[in-house]
């Protein structure tokens, strides 16, 4: 590469030569180049100029990156103000993973896959754990379609019984589905999701099959770590500053150490089934020794609300999810609890409605708004 600076210095020294030598042509020649060069160089002192902005950008990115960290307790703030985990609520979804997108399920209680849901606006997930043994038989009757590993899945029964009403192919590893919710978390850090399960595997087990989540163990809210039972519940605010946005709760009691928390222990609950026909809207509670308006000093449980009946239909859930859920909500359920609303308010098929312009979602988002 030229050295500029040199060459405009070696035609200045000619230029005083031929000036005192009284060349003239030889002097407006050399004046002529000097001119150039003066051109030349201003024109590379613009063009290094012009490339400093990325000096400039990467100083304004380290300036962005430094002020990063507050302006998720911004958003947080600005987001959930000052209400506590246990005075929001959020729309769940029954049975989340029997639906017709996630696999080939012949009876389901969503439409929705489980990304869909939760890209819906669904922020509870109630899923069904059991274990699932190879069998080299339905490897081979299945003509190879069914040919999975011994792992945990998602089944509603025995993972063995019936396709499509019991398991789905393909099969829904458990790990797959809190893969998606770990995901779907990282997409959108101002959000917080909790998945309840039905667990019928070994503590074991559903450690093995949580240690495949990428990501999952930052996630994951352990209550003993902020001291719940002491102080109550966090602020929903501080959880997402935190990033410990991942509530996981079992009906099995021997997997806290997991992060997993037995739900007898942390909420109250109705009884599950509006009944077949869909007219038991009485509020009770599920388990007779926790009262849905327990009081405990210094912490009150969250209270999730079961409303669907015992076998769900696109038919029977537009007729329940629309004013009969709002009024049992008002009528039922708030009084049964001590005058408290519903944390988490699961529903099937979580989209439909009545034409009673109330839909699952409009119900919670009325109770986060407030009296």
Known sequence: MIDMDM???????????ALRR??????????????????ATTATTATATTASPPSTASNASTTAATAAPGAPADLAAARWGDRRLDEVSFLTTHNAFTNYEDSRWSSVNQSESVRAQLDGGVRGLSLDT??????????????????????????HGDCKTFAGATYALPRQSFHGTMQTVVDFLAAHPQEVVTVFLEDYVSADQLSRSLGRVRGLSDMVFRPGEWG??????????????????????SDRSDREHLGVMYDRSWTVSNYWSLGDLGNDTSCVTRWPDVPLDRQEPGFRRLFTMSHH???????????????????????????????????????????????????????????????
């Open 7 to 17: 060459l405009r210095l070696w035609f200045r020294g000619r230029l005083r030569g």
């Open 22 to 39: 009284g060349h003239a042509r030889r002097t407006a020649a050399c004046l002529l180049l000097l001119a150039l060069l003066g051109t």
């Open 130 to 155: 059991h274990w699932y043994e190879r069998s080299t038989w339905l490897c081979v009757i299945s003509f190879g379609s069914d040919c999975y590993p011994s792992d945990v899945y998602l089944c």
């Open 228 to 249: 719940v039972r002491q102080n109550g519940w966090p602020k929903v605010a501080d959880l997402v500053t935190s990033g410990k946005r991942l509530l996981i709760f």
């Open 309 to 371: 009946r015992n076998v769900p239909t696109v038919l029977t859930a537009a007729l329940d999810n629309g004013a009969k859920l709002r009024n049992r909500i008002a009528g039922q359920c708030r009084p049964a609890a001590g005058g408290r609303d519903p944390n988490y308010v699961s529903v099937d098929f979580h989209r439909l409605s009545d034409n009673s312009g109330h839909t699952p979602a409009s119900i919670v988002a009325e109770l986060n708004a407030g009296p």
